[in-house]
């Protein structure tokens, strides 16, 4: 049936939606967090002088970039809102289906 079908590729494009946003929100909270990690780096390296820098490092790693990391959620929100959409008219067209066979 062609709106089982509908329905089926909304739930999974809402799926997808949902762990896009996660992973968005998980790289929003890493650069955050990186960010702050960085700022105490700098205040301990103000603090023991410029000259000793051996004993502070900064975190090594990838950090994600923030900017990035909103877009993707943006995005992730709106794909959620166009396969909800897709799932509520799949709803419909079902419901108009079963009234019509009744």
Known sequence: MAVN???????????LARQSAEQAAADINKA??????????????????AS?????TAPVGQTPRLDEAVVDLKVAEF?????????????EVLGTLID???
């Open 5 to 15: 079908d509908i329905l089926n590729a909304g739930v999974q494009g809402f799926e």
């Open 32 to 49: 955050t967090l990186d960010q702050q990690s960085e700022q105490q780096v700098a205040q301990q390296r103000q603090l023991q002088g």
């Open 52 to 56: 000793s820098n051996e004993g502070v």
């Open 79 to 91: 794909n959620a809102k166009a396969n909800a959409q897709t799932i509520r008219t799949a709803d």
């Open 100 to 102: 019509i066979k009744v």
